[in-house]
Nanobody, 128 residues
Framework: QVPLVESGGGSVQSGGSLRLSCVVS????????MCWFRQAPGKEREGVAT???????TYADSVKGRFTISQDSAKNTLYLQMNSLRPEDTAIYYC??????????????????????WGHGTQVTVSS
C-alpha cells in the first residue's frame, strides 16, 4: 500500500472555497488511479470525484459545477478544488488509491470497493 497524505480541510462559511490535496508520498503517482470520497456524520461514504489517466473527470451529481478534480504528476499530488461550498458538503474527505492500470470497465466509477489504500481524511466543515 502507498501512503496517502491529505491536507487542506478546514472550516468555511457557505459559499466559500477550499482546496484539498492528496500526496502520494511513496512510489510513482502515475502507477495508481485515485478518487476522492467523503463521509458525513451518520451517512455512508460516497464518491465525490475521480480522474482518468487522460485527465477526464467524473463527479457526483451533488458536486458537479462546484468541485474540480485535478492532478499534478510531477508533484505526486491529487487535488480537489471546492467552490460554492454548502453546509451539506460538511464531511471528512478521503483520497483513495489503487494500483493501476485502471480497468476500462471501471472508468468513471465512484465506487469505493475498487480502492484498497486510503488516507486518514481531512475534515471539511461548512457553516450556514
Amino acid at each position: 500500500q502507498v501512503p496517502l497524505v491529505e491536507s487542506g480541510g478546514g472550516s468555511v462559511q457557505s459559499g466559500g472555497s477550499l482546496r484539498l490535496s492528496c500526496v502520494v508520498s511513496v512510489g510513482t503517482f502515475s502507477n495508481y488511479y485515485m478518487c476522492w470520497f467523503r463521509q458525513a456524520p451518520g451517512k455512508e461514504r460516497e464518491g465525490v470525484a475521480t480522474i482518468e489517466s487522460d485527465s477526464t473527470p467524473t463527479y457526483a451529481d451533488s458536486v458537479k459545477g462546484r468541485f474540480t478534480i485535478s492532478q499534478d504528476s510531477a508533484k505526486n499530488t491529487l487535488y480537489l478544488q471546492m467552490n460554492s461550498l454548502r453546509p451539506e458538503d460538511t464531511a471528512i474527505y478521503y483520497c483513495a488509491a489503487a494500483r493501476g492500470p485502471k480497468p476500462s470497465w471501471l472508468r468513471g466509477s465512484l465506487l469505493s470497493a475498487y480502492y484498497d489504500t486510503w488516507g486518514h481524511g481531512t475534515q471539511v466543515t461548512v457553516s450556514s
